[in-house]
T-cell receptor, first 113, second 117 residues
Framework: GENVEQHPSTLSVQEGDSAVIKCTYS??????FPWYKQELGKRPQLIID?????GEKKDQRIAVTLNKTAKHFSLHITETQPEDSAVYFC????????????FGQGTELSVKP | GAGVSQTPSNKVTEKGKYVELRCDPI?????LYWYRQSLGQGPEFLIY????????DSGLPNDRFFAVRPEGSVSTLKIQRTERGDSAVYLC???????????????FGEGSRLTVL
């Protein structure tokens, strides 16, 4: 089955700097790759997603890139702000398996003012 | 309600007891998922429903875990003979579209925190 690896597990940046989180997946048939943000004690919330027919997607300060050949995808946050501090999870959805997501282990991002 | 609702938010039980966790998905969402999240880990898939039927229960750890969705809306996750290792946050999510190779956004509830003493 699908396996998703995520790194780094923790990331500390200064306010205004960029942050990059990387994930690899094992199932070449996976076709949907969302990123979720989870604040302490809260529910995971979707911040951006990308489908396998697209190489890059951007939404304001957040962008995701996908390399299908290498089976990896990355989250890029520019001009980080203290409110970006949270745990970020990448996920992959195996093709035609009902939309279930296989999550990475998470990255705890800390943005220092 | 507007979002996925889970009850109870917190449940403390003793080893060996039976527990039920409830999920009320977003109205109209046909797909419903249960995940388990241990401290410092990503959500771990347990089971997925499309309508009333369990379409994929490959993530259930053993036969002490069971879930139902009798009317295609509310779902209950049932854990028998609880063990300390079952302690975790149990997350429910729902989605408007699933299957046919298309994945829609999963909307998560706040979770039910289970503590087995």
């Amino acid at each position: 089955g699908e396996n998703v690896e995520q790194h780094p597990s923790t990331l500390s940046v200064q306010e205004g700097d960029s942050a990059v989180i990387k994930c690899t997946y094992s199932d070449s048939a996976s076709n949907y790759f969302p990123w979720y943000k989870q604040e302490l004690g809260k529910r995971p919330q979707l911040i951006i997603d990308i489908r396998s027919n697209v190489g890059e997607k951007k939404d304001q300060r957040i962008a995701v890139t996908l390399n299908k050949t290498a089976k990896h995808f990355s989250l890029h946050i520019t001009e980080t702000q203290p409110e970006d501090s949270a745990v970020y999870f990448c996920a992959a959805s195996p093709y035609n398996q009902g939309g279930k997501l296989i999550f990475g282990q998470g990255t705890e991002l800390s943005v220092k003012p | 309600g507007a979002g996925v609702s889970q009850t109870p938010s917190n449940k403390v039980t003793e080893k060996g007891k039976y527990v039920e966790l409830r999920c009320d998905p977003i109205s109209g969402h046909t797909a419903l998922y249960w995940y388990r999240q241990s401290l410092g880990q990503g959500p771990e898939f347990l089971i997925y429903f499309q309508g009333t039927g369990a379409a994929d229960d490959s993530g259930l750890p053993n036969d002490r875990f069971f879930a139902v969705r009798p009317e295609g809306s509310v779902s209950t996750l049932k854990i028998q003979r609880t063990e300390r290792g079952d302690s975790a946050v149990y997350l429910c999510a729902s989605s408007l579209l699933a299957g046919g190779g298309y994945t829609g956004e999963l909307f998560f509830g706040e979770g039910s925190r289970l503590t087995v003493l």
